[in-house]
């Protein structure tokens, strides 16, 4: 019998009563709570035979509990985002204005506890041999701190799920891979005195550019000195450079540190066509992490959870998420998009300009080649020097 990737279905989030409230509320559109999001990427992956057994089991989402959330966060905050529909400004003035990234809005709460049940569920899942491995695509919140939300991410699901792992195996080694495009900043710091959880994140980092943290010299405290990795890239990296700071960096540290369980994060914003960000990936680069991820987990006979995180171009989001997905659960992508896809993506406005899976490879231009290739030996040579001794490596 084949053992499945688990899926967790959006139906329930999207039958949140008051759900339409979203598409009314002021601030930046956020394809995160944007139904068009959902819908988009549940569409490619139910067209393209992906939610079909045996290889893939479509579970359902639940709310996490309050004692599960409250694993990482402060109970006062949780609590007042439950009971934020009778008191908007109390939660406003704890726990810092509303922002166009995390405005107020009623079931926040229940948005949210929904993305974090599906993680909890994916790890457990795994964690217990139900499922090979899981794609939680609604989750990834890494920036919701313990009792402050900040970078459209209010209860952070990474964390939460990661607690509850612990809980169920309290000698487990996990490596958090944050390949999003923004640092993963609140899990790096639920984790950053811990030596059994190795947090390495991947991300853009340039003048005032979200969340403003995660250089080189963050690299965890006390016990868990070394265990927070961050390798920061500048803007316009592209293909090329990008996979040489992955291979020289995260390879040797994953190989070195032998986790249990692979949690990965794996925001669609550094693709090159994320109108919020300024890295230059190809589906290409995610075609190539997916495979050595999956590989690396192989080899290492260890677990494997990824959950959605960012991206703010629909159309990308479905197609990454949709190769990710693939081929975690070892199955054949038809050679195009479905064209009831493409028609669905114009009926909602966006526009689908490549119906393959791979995109036009992207060049630097030459000015920036050398400025780019500098930076990133610079975070290479850094992190050889400040983290690698402590693993061992040379
Ligand atoms: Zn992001």
């Not at 640092?183 to 003048?207: C, R, W």
């Not at 791979?358 to 400025?371: C, F, G, M, W, Y």
Request: glycine share 8%; aromatic share 10%.
């Amino acid at each position: 019998m084949v053992q499945p990737t688990a899926l967790y279905s959006p139906d329930a989030i999207l039958a949140i009563e008051g759900m339409d409230e979203i598409e009314r509320m002021e601030g930046a559109p956020n394809p995160f709570w944007n139904p068009t999001r959902f819908e988009v990427t549940w569409g490619l992956v139910a067209m393209t035979g992906l939610t079909s057994p045996p290889h893939v089991q479509v579970e359902p989402m639940r709310r996490a509990t309050r004692d599960e959330l409250t694993l990482f966060h402060d109970p006062s905050y949780v609590e007042t985002l439950e009971l934020f529909g009778n008191m908007g400004n109390a939660f406003s003035k704890r726990f810092g204005p509303p922002s166009p990234e995390c405005p107020v809005f009623t079931i926040m709460h229940e948005y949210e506890a929904y993305t974090v049940g599906a993680t909890i569920d994916a790890v457990v899942g795994v964690a217990e041999g139900r499922f090979k491995n899981a794609f939680s695509f609604f989750g990834g919140f890494h920036h919701a701190l313990e009792s402050k939300a900040a970078g459209f991410c209010y209860l952070n699901d990474c964390v939460v799920s990661l607690k509850v792992l612990k809980q169920l195996r309290p000698d487990v080694r996990i490596l958090y891979l944050d390949t999003d495009v923004h640092h993963g900043d609140g899990t790096q710091a639920a984790f950053y005195d811990d030596p059994n959880v190795l947090t390495i994140s991947i991300h853009e980092k340039s003048m005032g550019f979200f969340p403003m943290t995660g250089g080189i010299e963050e690299i965890g405290t006390g016990p868990g000195k070394g265990y927070s990795v961050n390798i920061p890239l500048p803007p316009l990296t592209d293909d090329v450079e990008y996979w040489r700071a992955f291979e020289e960096i995260v390879i040797p540290l994953w190989e070195a540190y032998q986790p249990d369980f692979v949690f990965w994060e794996v925001g669609a914003d550094a693709h090159m066509n994320d109108p919020l960000a300024d890295l230059m990936l190809t589906l290409d680069t995610y075609q190539r992490l997916s495979r050595t991820v999956r590989e690396m987990v192989h080899l290492g006979k260890q677990n494997l959870v990824a959950v959605g995180g960012g991206g703010y171009d629909p159309v990308t989001v479905a197609r990454v998420w949709s190769l990710v997905l693939a081929d975690m659960a070892g199955v054949c992508l038809p050679p195009t998009v479905p064209l009831e896809w493409a028609e669905m993506c114009e009926r909602l406005g966006l526009k689908v300009t490549r119906v393959g899976w791979t995109d036009r490879p992207h060049r630097i231009e030459v000015e920036n080649v050398s400025k780019i290739r500098n930076a990133v030996d610079r975070t290479i040579k850094g992190l050889k020097e400040l983290v690698f001794p402590i693993h061992g490596l040379t």
